[in-house]
């Protein structure tokens, strides 16, 4: 999808996976680039889903953060969301490496136990998915970190820091 949107990348559009979002100071504006943004759509056979789109707003939610042109704040329904998720009943996935060495995987031949560690790392998760900054721009002094997970049925990745 970057290649269709290239040269607009750099003058009024963020795209996130299969996501975007066209932002712009005036009306006037808006109506250029959406003009342009449809007809590209459309010679390249790139199908939106409508029930996802909006336009012409001044504020939206985009990946669980409410985003204006005064600020960008934690989606409070994303935050209730999580901190309402009740403990795990198995672990069918690797946990992620920064997580406490005392919490290991369970595997076929040992039993999942919800125990302290567990929990404490749950909730730590819970705790940073729902504190400010979660998305944020990167800073380019740093190295940029491309985690990658993949199944038969899913691909998915984070590009971190």
């Known amino acids: 999808m970057i290649s269709i949107f290239l040269d607009l990348l750099e003058e009024c559009m963020k795209v ?10 005036s009306f006037d504006l808006c109506l250029e680039y959406l003009s342009q943004l449809l007809t590209r759509c459309i010679k390249t ?18 990946l669980g953060h409410l985003v204006s042109s005064i600020r960008i704040k ?10 309402s998720l009740p403990n795990p009943a198995f672990v069918w996935d690797k946990l992620h490496q920064d997580c406490p060495a005392s919490v290991q995987v369970a595997t076929k031949e040992v039993d999942f136990v ?16 729902t504190s400010t900054p979660i998305l944020q721009a990167p ?9 990658c997970d993949a199944s038969n049925s899913a691909l998915e990745a984070v590009l971190g820091q």
Do not use: S
Request: charged share 30%; hydrophobic share 50%; net charge negative.
């Open 16 to 25: 996130f996976m299969d996501d975007f979002m066209v932002y712009v100071e």
């Open 45 to 62: 056979n790139l199908e939106l889903n409508f029930e996802k789109c909006h336009f012409m707003v001044t504020k939206g939610i985009v």
């Open 74 to 83: 934690v989606d409070k329904a994303t935050v209730d969301m999580i901190t």
């Open 114 to 129: 919800f125990d302290k560690a567990y929990e404490d790392a749950f909730h730590e998760l819970k705790t940073r998915l």
């Open 139 to 147: 800073n380019w002094e740093y190295l940029l970190e491309l985690m």
